[in-house]
């Protein structure tokens, strides 16, 4: 069953280039410098979204989706030049595109989603398959944190984002060949989005709908053709919610295939921030890495035995305060992946994707 639904966003022009970190100066009569063609292998290729202190017309921070060298994060390139915000970019399985939302004035509930070709250093926004009576296009807009490719790379899970009117949220797809959105499952009014991707046909959903699954809200395994299969029985993923307040919740938890893991931000009662946890399914491995006392939240599976995660800190400025940190896995060791300095003009870094 093809979806067709309507939400309201005016189109920006996307402007594409390129920015690399400064060279010495010449003198005048010295030829202006080539810079150098930023070339990373895609085992080492991390994308993160800058925060720069110039605003847009709304009064919010400009931000835009950065390419670094894991090795050597002084070495990147800036894949939009917009003035306005792009945020959470989504590697493909081949790590050759990725998808990040691309939040233009007027954008209402989520952000349109534009698909990222690194090699022909292309930005297509994506639209919704139907045109509007008069001809025009529709941009699909679309909660990023929840984009969830399949293994194929030939399209994406996601869900339709909740508004004022409505909590019900379904698991779409997104085919990139057809350019077609199918409704993989129906929520019936309820929130039912994707989260992750195990094995090749196996997703992750989080799912309020417990008529269907008989459970309270909480994690699932659900097949590519929308049905449930299991609840998730891990005790570190359930959800406490009283009066509206989450005392007990996990956080965009993310799985790894090679490690069979899953990494999370953890937050409960005890203390103020989250927590970057890692635990397997059941729970019976569970491993604390931060103390709580940060907002250390969106954890990603990093290289060589990283997690990579977005820490709010020096007063919890919702802007300027982000950094992308790293931990490595086996010796719980943590520090700042990369300084925001080392990007020209930016002044926090958030989002990192691998």
Request: one cysteine or more.
């Amino acid at each position: 069953m093809h979806l067709r639904f309507i939400f309201s966003y005016c189109l920006i022009g996307l402007l594409t280039g390129m920015v690399f970190p400064a060279c010495d100066l010449l003198a005048p009569e010295d030829p202006p410098p080539t810079p150098p063609e930023f070339t990373v292998p895609q085992e080492r290729l991390l994308a993160l979204t800058a925060v720069y202190a110039e605003t847009d017309s709304n009064g919010a921070p400009i931000q835009r989706i950065v390419l670094v060298d894991a090795d050597n994060p002084s070495s990147y390139t800036i894949i939009t030049k917009n003035n306005h915000a792009s945020i959470q970019p989504r590697f493909a399985p081949d790590k050759q595109r990725l998808i990040f939302g691309d939040r233009t004035t007027g954008a209402v509930h989520a952000p349109q989603l534009v698909l990222c070709d690194i090699a022909a250093d292309t930005l297509i926004p994506l639209y919704l398959p139907d045109l509007l009576p008069d001809g025009r296009r529709v941009p699909l807009g679309a909660p990023t944190e929840h984009i969830v490719w399949n293994s194929a790379g030939t399209g994406f899970y996601f869900t339709n984002p909740q508004s004022s009117f409505s909590l019900r949220q379904d698991v779409l797809f997104y085919d990139l060949t057809r350019q077609e959105i199918t409704r993989i499952h129906d929520g019936n009014g309820y929130s039912t989005y994707p989260i992750g991707l195990k094995g090749a046909d196996t997703l992750i959903v989080f799912s309020n709908e417990a008529p269907a699954t008989g459970h309270p809200t909480g994690f699932y395994f659900m097949d590519v053709a929308g049905n449930y299969l299991a609840r998730i029985q891990n005790p570190h993923l359930e959800l406490i919610n009283r009066n509206g307040i989450n005392k007990k919740v996990a956080y965009h938890p993310r799985w790894s295939d090679d490690h069979q893991l899953l990494v999370m931000a953890y937050h409960d009662s005890t203390f103020v921030g989250y927590k970057i946890v890692v635990a397997n399914l059941d729970g019976s491995y569970y491993r604390e890495y931060t103390s709580g006392e940060y907002i250390d939240d969106f954890p990603e599976w990093g290289p060589a035995g990283t997690v990579v995660f977005d820490r709010v800190s020096r007063g919890w400025d919702p802007w300027t305060a982000h950094q992308v940190m790293r931990l490595n896995l086996e010796t719980g060791a943590v520090y700042e992946f990369v300084d925001p300095a080392v990007i020209d003009g930016a002044v926090g870094l958030r989002f990192p994707a691998y």
